[in-house]
């Protein structure tokens, strides 16, 4: 199992190959059935986030048995070429430009063609399947389990974004800091719970009675005591006893808002905060991924729109009163 930090390995040997694939995902056998001088594989894993993300291909057809792994699923992109796919009873045929899951607890096997390359996002099952109980607030009494098949249009979009954004965070080397690390991960876990069809997805769709207005204040309580702490809704709900589901509705139906517009805002304030009280090493960068943004763009535009002047605005006049002071 692949832990933090990256990895990249090139390799015409199979043995070496195999070896290096089992060490980030799990045992399995894979044949050549093109051309074995063909063979050229290059695996790179990027270990920033909670989430790996890896790309894979071998520049030759080969089909692999994955058997039933136990501890991950993985969201794969065919960003090159076409493979086909079977888990359980299930085969589909796999195309440029789509995202499959692959649930564990199932048979499954790849054909991959020769120009085949794949970019997966490799998603802890034991932190999904707690995710997935916070919003139902219940425990998972079966298997977490994603139909395989495509990602829609709309959460293939979505998922491309993302991608593209791990990739400038590893390739870049970003520090994130934890705020934007945990926000980051709880974001990957949700799109995809909420976005791809599953054997909680009905569960998830049910009407859920709203939070209570005592506990929707709690809650709001417990975010200004922990706003600069790596906090996520699924932690605030757990915090204060109701599904993540439960409380987003009561802050729907009390407060007009979200609770993560609600921690958003607690969030800007501490930011603000931060800003006018700077020291000669304060950017706004950092003060901005300190408190969870970690889109600079948008984190200007939020709070340009709450206290009517932009981040640096702030900065400079801070800055330049303490000048005039001296």
Same mark, same amino acid.
């Given at each position: 199992?692949?832990? &933090? ?10 043995? =070496? ?25 290059? *695996? ?11 790309? *894979? ?35 589909? #045929? !796999? ?10 607890? *199932? ?5 991959? #063609? ?39 249009? =709309?959460?293939?979009?979505? !998922? ?21 690390? &945990? ?18 997805? #009905?569960?998830?769709? &049910? ?46 139906? !009390? ?33 901005? *991924?300190? !408190? ?31 000048? =005039?002071?001296?």
């Amino acid at each position: 199992m692949v832990g &933090a930090g990256s990895i990249t390995v090139q390799t015409r040997d199979l043995d =070496e190959a195999i070896e290096a694939v089992t060490r980030v995902y799990s045992l399995h056998e894979t044949a050549v059935t093109g051309r074995p001088t063909d063979l050229n594989v290059v *695996l790179r894993v990027f270990g920033r986030t909670a989430q790996p993300l890896v790309s *894979l291909s071998y520049g030759t057809e080969v089909s692999i048995d994955a058997g039933e792994f136990s501890n991950f699923i993985a969201m794969t992109k065919c960003a090159r070429g076409s493979a086909s796919a079977r888990q359980g009873s299930r085969r589909v #045929d !796999w195309r440029n430009g789509q995202t499959m899951p692959f649930s564990p607890g *199932l048979g499954t096997d790849f054909r991959f #063609d020769r120009t085949f390359s794949q970019t997966s996002v490799r998603l802890d099952i034991d932190r999904l399947e707690r995710l997935c109980g916070r919003l139902l607030g219940r425990p998972l009494d079966r298997k977490l389990r994603f139909v395989l098949q495509p990602f829609s249009p =709309e959460l293939q979009r979505l !998922w491309d974004r993302l991608l593209t954004f791990l990739q400038c965070v590893n390739e870049d080397q970003l520090a994130l800091g934890a705020v934007v690390a &945990a926000s980051l991960d709880d974001f990957i876990l949700t799109t995809v719970l909420q976005g791809h069809p599953h054997s909680f997805t #009905d569960d998830l769709a &049910a009407p859920v009675a709203p939070a209570v207005p005592r506990i929707v204040r709690c809650a709001e309580r417990y975010m200004a005591e922990n706003a600069a702490a790596p906090l996520t809704i699924a932690d605030i709900a757990l915090e204060v006893g109701v599904s993540v589901r439960a409380l987003q509705a009561g802050f729907r139906e !009390w407060r007009q808002t979200t609770p993560m517009a609600a921690l958003r805002h607690v969030r800007l304030q501490g930011a603000r905060a931060a800003l006018l009280e700077p020291d000669e090493a304060t950017e706004v960068t950092d003060v901005a *991924l300190r !408190w969870g943004f970690a889109h600079l763009g948008r984190f200007s535009a939020s709070y340009k729109a709450i206290f009517d002047e932009t981040p640096g605005s702030t900065l400079r006049r801070r800055r330049s009163r303490a000048v =005039e002071r001296r």
